[in-house]
């Protein structure tokens, strides 16, 4: 059988299935793609699917927005394979003059550009250790900062279970307003106690902070923590890594995350939605450090013209439209929208979130606000699939819905997929939903 006729007789997914490695493969659903546009995904058929997740953040402008498109094709045509190690180009160093115009803080500044969330986070352990001369790191349980060696041994996530803490590491709890098991004030003490006893601050170069915490349960800080704890920190020295990877450049309802905590950090790092589709993160740092050259943080094709003409589409798009502004709106309408579903489902326990960033916490029992079993999310994320919405779960319980649309939703879209979730909590509840039906799609 000719190549092609194979490819007719077997679905994506299988084929799927068989050559992508696990390692490199979420699936929540059986959803498999040919194409999207806009808000919506197409799947294999011709169906459409209101993506409510705009690619785990990453599609922030949604599908085939024509700023990115003539951008991208531009330089596509242009000199694609230009790489920024070895000569500049405009549309690095353009882009680079913008992040630092947007991006607030005290200093000069500089830029370094890579491909992903991980190898940012990455970069900015190695260059914080070779710059500073400390070695040692805090981070909270529950954060997500990559999946690089570096930059997965500074996370204290439930996905790395081959991975050690960095030798060093102090992971803290993430104070969670519904769950307070751990008050802000209790995580400050611990913090404090680190310092007068096993942990000398004066070690310590960094502490990386999620400013929303996302995969790790989608959890908005108590008021004045994170202010508090970088207060502490910056004392000592210690530098404030924000990482705004899946939060930053408008979904939270402002151009920054952090800005909603009043902080003031050294260092940002974007990702995901920065390429609005393509592979391109960035660090804004201070110049002493990023110009640390023996840290040795170089790709080949990182900054590249491409990747780098998408990024500036997706942040002049952001800023011309101020679309931070409409997240916050059509966030309010979707959360509004989502709230009110409690009054109906007994499962819902919480709606929190900032922007179009939000999570539905999925509780077993009100009372005890125990988490439902994973099998129950991905019940409700099976149906809302079926239904004709995607969506995720996060949360180191695997208990919360995940929505972080892309910004340019709109409000029709979000009621549609309040809609959406609605009926597939009522059909979960019902029980129209098998564990067989979702066995293949249950993380951890
Ligand atoms: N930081 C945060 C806050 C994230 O949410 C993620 C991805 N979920 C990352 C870093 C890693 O990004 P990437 O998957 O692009 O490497």
């Not at 806009?38 to 705009?54: C, N």
């Not at 489902?345 to 077993?364: F, S």
Request: hydrophobic share 45%.
């Amino acid at each position: 059988m000719s190549r092609e006729a194979v490819q007719k007789t077997r679905s994506l997914r299988e084929r799927d299935a068989d050559t992508i490695a696990e390692i490199a493969r979420l699936r929540f659903s059986p959803l498999s793609l040919i194409g999207g546009r806009g808000s919506r995904l197409i799947e294999e058929g011709g169906r459409e699917i209101l993506d409510l997740s705009a690619s785990a953040g990453s599609a922030s402008l949604g599908y085939g927005h024509p700023a990115v498109v003539e951008a991208v094709t531009e330089a596509t045509r242009d000199m694609a394979g230009a790489s920024l190690l070895l000569y500049p180009n405009e549309n690095a160093v353009s882009l680079a003059e913008t992040l630092l115009a947007v991006t607030p803080g005290e200093g000069a500044r500089k830029v370094w550009f890579g491909h992903s969330g991980s190898d940012a986070n990455d970069c900015a352990v190695r260059v914080l250790q070779a710059a500073t001369g400390r070695s040692r790191f805090i981070s909270f349980i529950g954060s997500y900062h990559g999946n690089l060696s570096g930059s997965m041994a500074v996370s204290g996530h439930t996905a790395m279970t081959h991975t050690l803490p960095r030798p060093g590491l102090v992971l803290l709890p993430y104070p969670e307003p519904f769950r307070p098991r751990f008050t802000a004030d209790a995580v400050l003490d611990m913090l404090d106690y680190q310092f007068e006893t096993t942990c000398p601050p004066h070690q310590v170069a960094a502490v990386f902070i999620e400013p929303l915490m996302s995969d790790g349960g989608l959890i908005v800080p108590p008021p004045g923590f994170l202010k508090a704890l970088a207060d502490r920190c910056r004392r000592h020295g210690i530098r404030i890594v924000v990482d705004e990877v899946k939060v930053g450049l408008g979904r939270s309802g402002l151009m920054h995350c952090f800005e909603h905590e009043g902080l003031a950090p050294d260092m940002v790092v974007l990702g995901k939605g920065l390429g609005g589709g393509l592979p391109l993160s960035a660090v804004v740092g201070p110049r002493e450090i990023m110009d640390h050259a023996p840290a040795f943080a170089l790709q080949t094709t990182a900054g590249n013209p491409v990747t780098t003409a998408a990024g500036r589409a997706v942040v002049e798009t952001v800023a011309r439209e101020r679309l931070w502004e409409r997240a916050a709106r059509v966030g309010q309408v979707f959360s509004d929208g989502l709230r009110a579903l409690a009054e109906r489902h007994e499962i819902i326990g919480d709606v929190r979130g900032r922007g179009l960033a939000v999570g539905v916490d999925l509780v077993a029992d009100r009372e005890s606000r125990a988490p439902v079993p994973v099998s129950t999310t991905a019940k409700v994320i099976y149906r809302g699939y079926e239904l004709g919405a995607a969506f995720s779960y996060v949360g180191l319980k695997g208990n919360v819905l995940e929505f972080t649309p892309p910004l340019t939703l709109t409000e029709a879209e979000a009621l549609e997929g309040v809609a959406i979730v609605d009926r597939a909590l009522a059909d979960v509840a019902a029980g129209r939903v098998s564990d067989e039906a979702v066995a293949p799609f249950m993380m951890w």
